[in-house]
């Protein structure tokens, strides 16, 4: 349902070396690609999987975080980004580029152990702002 053990990638340094010969153009669409790809792996989706399948996953998700006080506050304040007050969107705003490394360090970390430590949570609020 969702791999807690998984570490983002395209948010790193180490992805490029420095004796690459890539423009700044080419490293965002590196990143992007990348991006997809650890979205995948962290939702467990397999490539024959409908679209339906990820919202399935989603809405399970959000169900096993919405009465997590810390990640409620963090989905209220990237909703209210969009002018929304939904949390729902707010979870998925946090799993926006932007965000989404840090997000999943948060929940992975509540998923395996039911709380978030405080250097994750000043990491999301220190995005978020």
Do not use: Q
């Not at 992805?15 to 590196?30: H, P």
């Not at 989404?100 to 152990?113: A, I, K, P, R």
Request: with cysteine; net charge negative.
């Amino acid at each position: 349902m969702y791999n807690t053990k998984y570490e983002c990638r395209y948010n790193k340094d180490e992805v490029f070396l420095d004796t690459d010969n890539v423009t700044e153009d080419e490293k965002d669409i590196v990143r992007d690609t990348l991006y997809r790809e650890d979205l995948i792996y962290i939702f467990e989706i397999k490539k024959d999987d409908e679209f339906d399948i990820f919202n399935t996953k989603f809405t399970d998700l959000y169900n096993k975080l919405k009465d997590c006080l810390e990640l409620k506050e963090c989905m209220k304040t990237a909703a209210a980004k969009f002018i929304s007050e939904d949390e729902e969107t707010g979870l998925c705003i946090l799993y926006s580029y932007d965000y989404m490394y840090v997000t999943h360090l948060c929940v992975s970390e509540y998923l395996d152990t039911g709380s978030i430590s405080l250097d994750n949570i000043e990491k999301m609020n220190k995005i978020l702002k």
